[in-house]
């Protein structure tokens, strides 16, 4: 009797100490986020003074939103989340239907050179996008556009500049083969009995139930476009194309005001951790799925 | 003769349709593949072979005068390095001359790099780094220091990084594959960092870092109750590396607890059970059930985290910019230097594809210990 007791007690006290390293962590995790929001509230003096205790962890002293409305005085920032907001969506959009109409030949349909062509896609898995920065930038430079005015050299300072380059992604369309392969056959046969055309297949039977891989497609390529960073940073020299990330400069610019850059990333970032937030599973899980790609 | 005719084209009928059909599956699907393959090609493919290409030559973004091919000259000038060993100064009965401190004193460096018509191999090298042997000192010159100071600390990075970050990932794995209420709560906070870009992530943790009242300055004071004298984490050539070190793991190790994670769930609760009868405590399950079963994952996120790491280039950018005294230089900050800022596109290409070799080089490696695993 005595023996369960301390047994028990034991058993307790080691649950309490899982907790409790599980909450330590937790707090390296949360606290710079929280001091980020904190002191996006915060005046500049007493945000660089509180950094040296707790308060900075704390919403005390002269809390008011100033420095939301300065920042938005000092940067065009409605038009910076504009263009964040476009570029990611029309990649997103734009790759969701190329790269899934490509995993849907790679995996259903037969056609001459199709095995080749799919390995060196997968092959180009390996190369880092910052290898070929460089020379890609060359090329935007030189390729033409035909637009709103007419004929036009060269991509640098565009919307099209930040978004085409990126419509196509060699791990999407990995992703889209795999979960179209591993799909039941008789499905496809079945329609194609009916008379069905290649294109009704992939629109009718496909596309409504492979959810779950349109998501993780979706939130990968969202989260790799919304931070996108080197790429704007060369192409996006005017504030008209500006994304967000690249938008940060704007605050170092003749006086440094920190409250004003909380108050920027606070911005910026919220509205990520509450769309990751509201569907964590499917963002750990796409996750989770891009790391077994190899 | 009629019946004949009938029955032959009775008879192809069916081959012609289904080849009719094969031909039109097969034009479907390059009709559905080719927007996909066109884009990677021109964005992808080209960009990368041009990378070679532009590589040999004298490419600039803009430049009056016509690109010429160079050969390796690019290449040469990243990567030449020698060994030269300085013999001290002597008086005139041999002795080496001592300075005022009582130093062996040596001839100047720039004596044999700067034109000098004896050491033609020698011309426009700098120091990179030198070492006492004996009374000689033995330097090593390199033609582009600073790309080797690159070089190296991305190196540096990619070696701390990679087990730092794995074996923390994968505590944290463990921790939140627990059964415990509430433990997917952990699991979503540890997680959190993966979402938040990486130039927001470096700019808070300019705050952390800060020399004066830093976070991390005034946590440290604090925990050793005012013994701890404030460091200058981001600006002091010895402490940068290791501070970009320690926050990109921070940001990064959520991602790998997740793969480390699908990883544990693979392994059959049936193992534990077993282990469970044959009275096995928690250490050995660890070590003979979970390990044993985790050992592609591993091999997996060291290849992860290695090829992410090379591409170290955003915490630079926007926290030290290179400093303080090319600390923190890293390959694809260099390459972007020259490329874009100097629009120097043949130099910054030779970079980019001595990266990719490297890179290239691992995940041969890769295939290589995976093969031997099975």
């Known amino acids: 009797m005595q023996a369960k007791n301390v047994r028990g007690r034991n058993y307790r006290l080691g649950i309490y100490a899982r907790y409790a390293t599980l909450i330590l962590i937790g707090l390296i995790f949360?606290?710079?986020?929280?001091?980020?929001?904190?002191?996006?509230?915060?005046?500049?003096?007493?945000?660089?003074r509180d950094t040296s205790s707790l308060r900075a962890f704390l919403p005390v002293g002269d809390i008011s939103v100033d420095n939301y409305i300065e920042a938005f005085e000092r940067a065009p920032i409605g038009r910076f989340i504009f263009n964040s907001v476009f570029i990611t969506a029309v990649s997103v959009g734009l790759g969701l239907f190329l790269n899934s109409l490509a995993g849907f030949s790679f995996a259903v349909l037969e056609w001459p050179g199709k095995t080749i062509v799919l390995a060196v896609i997968i092959a180009t898995l390996i190369i880092p996008f910052e290898t070929i920065a460089i020379p890609l930038l060359l090329i935007v430079n030189f390729l033409p556009w035909f637009g709103l005015e007419g004929f036009t050299q060269g991509w640098l300072d565009s919307y099209q500049?930040?978004?085409?380059p990126f419509i196509a992604d060699a791990?999407?369309?990995?992703?889209?083969?795999?979960?179209?392969?591993?799909?039941?056959?008789?499905?496809?046969?079945?329609?194609?009995i009916d008379g069905a055309?290649?294109?009704?297949?992939?629109?009718?039977?496909?596309?409504?139930?492979?959810?779950?891989?349109?998501?993780?497609?979706?939130?990968?390529?969202?989260?790799?476009?919304?931070?996108?960073?080197?790429?704007?940073?060369?192409?996006?020299?005017?504030?008209?194309?500006?994304?967000?990330?690249?938008?940060?400069?704007?605050?170092?610019?003749?006086?440094?005001?920190?409250?004003?850059?909380?108050?920027?990333?606070?911005?910026?970032?919220?509205?990520?951790?509450?769309?990751?937030?509201a569907l964590q599973r499917a963002f750990i899980e796409s996750i989770a799925s891009s790391g077994v790609k190899g | 003769m009629f019946d004949a005719r009938t029955k032959a084209t009775l008879s192809s009928a069916p081959k012609t349709s289904r080849g009719n059909r094969k031909n039109k599956e097969a034009f479907a699907g390059w009709l559905m593949a080719a927007p996909a393959i066109i884009l990677l090609l021109t964005f992808l493919i080209v960009p990368f072979i041009f990378a070679f290409g532009l590589s040999l030559t004298n490419q600039r973004l803009i430049s009056p005068n016509p690109t010429e091919y160079v050969g390796l000259r690019n290449y040469k000038r990243l990567l030449n390095v020698r060994f030269f060993t300085l013999k001290p100064l002597v008086d005139a009965e041999g002795n080496p001359v001592l300075d005022e401190e009582g130093q062996i004193s040596y001839p100047r460096l720039r004596n044999f790099t700067r034109n000098n018509p004896d050491y033609p191999q020698l011309n426009g090298l700098r120091e990179f780094k030198s070492w006492q042997v004996g009374k000689n000192r033995l330097v090593l010159l390199a033609s582009d220091a600073v790309f080797f100071r690159a070089l190296l600390n991305t190196i540096i990075f990619v070696i701390v990084v990679a087990p730092l970050q794995a074996g923390f990932a994968l505590l944290l794995a463990l921790?939140?594959?627990?059964?415990?209420?509430?433990?997917?709560?952990?699991?979503?906070?540890?997680?959190?960092?993966?979402?938040?870009?990486?130039?927001?992530?470096?700019?808070?943790?300019?705050?952390?870092?800060?020399?004066?009242?830093?976070?991390?300055?005034?946590?440290?004071?604090?925990?050793?109750?005012?013994?701890?004298?404030?460091v200058d984490w981001?600006?002091?050539?010895?402490?940068?590396?290791?501070?970009?070190?320690?926050?990109?793991?921070?940001?990064?190790?959520?991602f790998h607890m997740v793969i480390w994670l699908s990883g544990l769930q693979t392994i059959p609760f049936v193992l534990y059970e077993a282990a469970s009868i044959a009275g096995a405590n928690g250490w050995q399950k660890l070590r003979y059930v979970t390990w044993p079963g985790l050992r592609n994952t591993a091999v997996l996120i060291l290849i992860v985290i290695t090829m992410q790491s090379f591409s170290l280039y955003t915490q630079v950018q926007v926290m030290t910019r290179g400093g303080p005294l090319d600390s923190t230089q890293a390959i694809v900050f260099q390459a972007v230097q020259r490329g874009f800022e100097k629009q120097d596109i043949a130099g910054g290409s030779a970079i980019s594809v001595l990266l990719f070799l490297i890179v290239l080089f691992i995940s041969i490696m890769q295939s290589y210990l995976t093969r031997e695993k099975r």
Do not use: C, H
Request: proline share 5%; aromatic share 16%.
């Open chain 1, 30 to 48: 949360i606290f710079p986020i929280v001091f980020m929001i904190v002191s996006s509230f915060k005046p500049d003096l007493q945000l660089l």
């Open chain 1, 171 to 192: 791990l999407s369309v990995f992703l889209f083969t795999q979960f179209f392969r591993d799909l039941p056959k008789e499905i496809i046969e079945a329609a194609r």
């Open chain 2, 175 to 230: 921790l939140v594959n627990q059964r415990l209420r509430g433990v997917n709560v952990f699991r979503m906070i540890y997680f959190m960092p993966v979402v938040i870009s990486m130039v927001v992530v470096s700019m808070l943790w300019r705050f952390i870092y800060d020399g004066n009242d830093g976070l991390l300055n005034s946590l440290l004071s604090a925990v050793s109750f005012g013994a701890f004298q404030p």
């Open chain 1, 161 to 164: 500049v930040q978004i085409i």
């Open chain 1, 197 to 277: 055309s290649w294109w009704q297949i992939y629109q009718r039977v496909l596309v409504p139930i492979s959810g779950p891989v349109f998501a993780t497609a979706a939130i990968l390529k969202f989260l790799a476009m919304y931070n996108q960073f080197l790429w704007p940073l060369m192409v996006a020299q005017s504030e008209e194309f500006r994304p967000v990330m690249v938008g940060l400069q704007y605050f170092f610019q003749l006086n440094v005001a920190w409250g004003e850059i909380m108050a920027y990333l606070t911005i910026i970032t919220v509205p990520v951790l509450i769309f990751y937030l």
């Open chain 2, 234 to 254: 981001l600006g002091s050539p010895q402490t940068a590396l290791g501070s970009i070190i320690a926050m990109s793991v921070w940001q990064g190790v959520g």
